[in-house]
């Protein structure tokens, strides 16, 4: 038998409660109602003593914009925590679709809503649920595996005397395995081809820059970047021309960050840029800088040469989102700017 998940259902439609209730079984969800703002969030409180919440499904439609506080209060007491929330709402327009996500929504569904819609996004929601918890246990097991290091290097340190010598064999070879630990470090958190962050370190500085925002409240700009037709270029040019595009893209962007700035491989042809205490017309200019430069730039692949152009999208980091929800943003705005033509820039409205 596989994991029962746990959910809470905010709602005072009986119509909707009832089609969570006919999309899940009892061995799969273990099911709870409320129907008010004090009844969410003690639900929530409660739940933590005994088993963790997973999934919440807020239907937008309470009066007096309950549910909109239900969905903050929830993001900010659970910014680090694995937590999917499922939103619905009768209204079905586009702004309110966007408010809805931007505000913290994972997924949103549109009412009236059937057994087999709602089983489906349910579904969905334990998968992205399983892919959050992944990554949480990945930045534990680092961080257990840091302080395991610090204490045994306390204990080296605290041998007597009469193990001098020894102690002065043993610092020897701890240089040379030192210098091999740099290494490994080097091959584990950055990206062979761009020399550029791996999406796991990248994730793990966007946290800091996040936390560093919200600590002194200046700005964090970020930047999608998409490789136009990177595709075309590994099928008619061969994957090692690929793979030399990708290397001059990363050294273009090396030489236009600041010492405070990080770029990462996000992942294929995407990489993300976070620009601390940057404005959004900072990251603007320093976007056009890339992109011009990469315009220019030509790139050898044997018997052939080709250009790069990339598209980017702008998004500034809004205090209260999760880390997903700011690089979402930034790749919404990115694909906008491959729908008007590649090779531009979009920047998020604001």
């Given at each position: 038998?596989?994991e029962?998940?746990?959910?809470l259902v ?19 969800y273990?099911?709870?109602?409320v ?24 239907d ?5 914009d ?5 969905l ?20 079905k327009g ?18 009236p ?14 998968i992205?649920?399983?892919q ?22 306390s204990?080296v ?21 030192e210098?091999?630990?740099?290494e ?17 370190s990248?994730?793990?500085?966007l ?16 930047i999608?970047i ?17 793979d030399?595009?990708?290397s ?8 236009e ?5 990080h ?18 017309h ?7 800088r ?25 998004a ?32 998020e409205?604001?």
């Open positions: 038998m596989g029962t998940y746990a959910v905010v709602t005072q439609d009986p119509d909707f409660s009832d089609s969570v209730y006919q999309a899940v079984s009892e061995d799969e273990s099911v709870r109602v129907s008010s703002r004090h009844e969410a969030l003690s639900e929530r409180s409660q739940e933590r003593q005994n088993e963790e919440l997973q999934i919440v499904v807020i937008l439609d309470l009066p007096a309950e549910s909109w506080f239900i903050g209060e929830l993001r900010r007491r659970h910014f680090r925590e694995p937590l999917q929330i499922l939103l619905s709402s009768a209204n586009e702004a309110f679709i966007r408010r809805a996500l931007d505000g913290g929504g994972d997924d949103f569904v549109g009412k809503v059937g057994p087999l819609e709602m089983r489906v996004r349910l579904r969905a929601a334990t992205r649920l399983n959050q918890r992944d990554l949480h246990y990945e930045r534990e097991f680092y961080r257990r595996a840091v302080k395991q290091e610090e204490e045994l290097s204990r340190l605290d041998q007597n005397l009469q193990l001098r010598k020894a102690y002065d064999e043993i610092s020897g070879v701890n240089r040379e395995l210098r091999a630990n740099q490994l470090e080097r091959v584990a958190h950055f990206d062979v081809l761009s020399g550029l962050m791996n999406r796991m990248l994730f793990a500085a946290d800091v820059e996040i936390e560093r925002s919200l600590r002194s409240g200046m700005s964090l700009c970020g999608m998409d490789i136009d037709h990177f595709k075309e270029v590994n099928d008619n040019l061969g994957h090692g021309c690929g030399k595009v990708i001059a893209l990363g050294r273009v962007f090396l030489e960050l600041r010492k405070y700035d770029a990462g491989r996000y992942g294929g042809e995407e990489f993300f840029i976070a620009l601390p205490n940057s404005s959004i900072q990251a603007s200019m320093f976007a056009e890339v992109r011009s430069n990469l315009e220019q730039l030509s790139v050898e692949c044997e018997d052939a040469r080709t250009s790069i152009t990339v598209s980017m999208g702008i500034k980091f809004r205090h209260g989102e999760s880390r997903d929800m700011w690089i979402s943003r930034a790749d919404r705005a990115m694909y906008v700017a491959k729908q008007k033509g590649r090779n531009c820039i979009e920047t409205p604001q």
